[in-house]
């Protein structure tokens, strides 16, 4: 079955320092991974995915993620933090041969502190 | 840039009562989604939908859901009689399905309450 893993509830990074949101997946083929932010009372707005190819990906507002096959990792990072970053963060997968359904983590609440 | 719009933002009903949520979903998109987020929790599927049929649903979806394209451009969820435990926020999503891959794009949601 597919699952993602975000270990950390909340993470706390000062503005201007380097952020990373963990996230680790299961499934069973070859995935689809994708990153998504919630800001308050909003909906779910789309970051950047990994399909195939380079495994550093780039997407929205600064944000990359690196795709990591012997780790089933796929870490959302960011050089250089902003307060406005701040929001909670969710790692998403698609088993590409398989279903049609995303498979959400829990969501990281990522707090920048000015 | 398009987007999936959803309607009402929030709607409150009296446990028992039928509820339908209205998405739009981006116009040259085929395939179209419901998931719900209960409060604190995540984000879970219940259905796609793609050329007028169900294409995949989970547990949830149970046969007191139904969803509907009743025209070329909205998308329905139908919960018949709704229990306390529908009450979530119910987000509308739809994709392309490219070659290359399909990014789901969601909307900004439904917040049922069911009193």
């Known amino acids: 079955a597919q699952s993602v893993a975000q270990p950390e509830d909340q993470v706390n990074v000062a503005e201007g320092n380097p952020l990373t949101v963990k996230c680790t997946y299961s499934?069973?083929?070859?995935?689809?991974l994708f990153w998504y932010v919630q800001y308050p009372n909003r909906g779910l707005q789309f970051l950047l995915k990994?399909?195939?190819?380079?495994?550093l990906v780039k997407g929205s507002y600064g944000f990359e993620a690196e795709f990591n096959k012997s780790q089933t990792s796929f870490h959302l990072k960011k050089p250089s933090a902003l307060v406005s970053d701040s929001a909670l963060y969710f790692c998403?997968?698609?088993?590409?041969?398989?279903?049609?359904?995303?498979?959400f983590g829990k969501g990281t609440r990522l707090h920048i502190l000015p | 840039e398009p987007e999936v719009t959803q309607t009402p933002s929030h709607q409150v009903t009296q446990m028992g009562q039928e509820v339908i949520l209205r998405c739009v979903p981006i116009?040259?998109?085929?395939?179209f989604y419901w998931y719900r987020q209960i409060l604190g929790q995540k984000v879970e599927f219940l259905v796609s939908?793609?050329?007028?049929?169900?294409?995949?649903k989970s547990e949830i979806f149970d046969d007191q859901f139904s969803v509907e394209r009743p025209d070329g451009s909205n998308f329905t969820l139908k919960i018949r009689s709704t229990k306390l435990e529908d009450s979530a926020m119910y987000f509308c999503?739809?994709?392309?399905?490219?070659?290359?891959?399909?990014?789901?794009?969601f909307g900004p949601g439904t917040r049922l309450t069911v009193l």
């Open positions: 999503a739809s994709s392309a399905r490219t070659v290359r891959g399909d990014t789901q794009y």
């Open positions: 499934v069973s083929g070859n995935p689809y």
């Open positions: 990994y399909i195939t190819g380079d495994n």
């Open positions: 998403a997968v698609r088993d590409m041969n398989r279903d049609d359904k995303i498979i």
């Open positions: 116009s040259n998109h085929l395939y």
């Open positions: 939908f793609y050329n007028n049929e169900i294409s995949e």
